[in-house]
């Protein structure tokens, strides 16, 4: 299981597709692992080489014993690509990777191509929000919130109609580690990008879920006013439009990071 030693974590990586090809960095939501991106994978790899990996505190990777917060988890990000000698890629990241993905763009550019932001928004809720759901997770563990969790994540049609799908990613998110799902939940009510999001260069994707409650399109539309020459798109889906409208998706992301 490849994994680097970052800053008192371990994250786990994998690396899919041509050896040659540009990469392609996908960053995970809160509560899931790299996983969620199992759908996009063979899409991408037929031009691109794929990164995934787990945030700290989720999936394979170690749960520190200390907090960390946005910018902790950006620099994790850089010292993967440093680790894995890769000067720039392309960067994707969903919700929580979203906010990993406007740090990046803000305090690193110079290791980034292109940029896509997807479902995710510059303050993520309310921090009474996140309060209650780290104070549910404290006492009940992760079972304590799986279902309004993937309320949020998918549409009652879709879960309907792919079961399957909602089902592993329910599996994923009850097996990430409450300790490192309680971390994770501190940084998201304390990420404020508003002040940075100005600061990104990098030309940028913002995708949005039409029936996203989360990370609503109004969000997606105020990032996409603040960053210069961004492009907007929204999608037939919910929070995890990745999953929810792979296909679509899929062709968005292609179509920005190949042109």
Not at 81 to 110: I, K, N, T, Y
Request: proline residues 6%; contains cysteine.
């Amino acid at each position: 299981m490849p994994m680097i030693d970052v800053a008192g974590a371990k994250l786990h990586h994998r690396l899919d597709g041509p050896a040659d090809a540009p990469v392609v960095m996908l960053a995970n939501s809160l509560g899931t692992a790299l996983g969620m991106w199992d759908s996009q994978v063979p899409a991408l790899t037929r031009h691109f080489r794929v990164l995934r990996y787990d945030m700290r505190g989720h999936g394979a990777s170690s749960v520190p014993d200390e907090p960390f917060d946005i910018e902790r988890l950006g620099r994790d990000a850089v010292a993967l690509l440093d680790a894995l000698e890769l000067p720039r890629v392309h960067f994707c990241g969903l919700s929580l990777g979203g906010v990993v993905g406007m740090w990046l763009g803000a305090h690193a550019p110079d290791r980034l191509h292109k940029l896509v932001l997807c479902n995710t928004a510059a303050t993520l809720g309310p921090r009474s929000l996140w309060n209650a759901r780290i104070k549910a997770v404290a006492r009940g563990g992760m079972a304590a919130i799986a279902g309004a969790v993937l309320d949020r994540w998918f549409s009652a049609g879709f879960s309907q109609r792919d079961p399957a799908a909602v089902a592993r990613l329910r599996q994923m998110l009850l097996t990430t580690r409450p300790e490192g799902y309680i971390r994770a939940c501190a940084a998201v009510r304390d990420a404020d990008q508003r002040a940075n999001v100005a600061e990104v260069r990098a030309p940028t994707l913002v995708i949005t879920g039409a029936r996203d409650s989360a990370t609503p399109p109004s969000e997606g539309h105020w990032l996409a006013a603040r960053i210069a020459g961004a492009r907007y798109v929204k999608l037939p889906a919910a929070h995890l439009s990745n999953i929810e409208a792979t296909a679509l998706f899929n062709e968005r992301v292609l179509r920005f990071i190949a042109a």
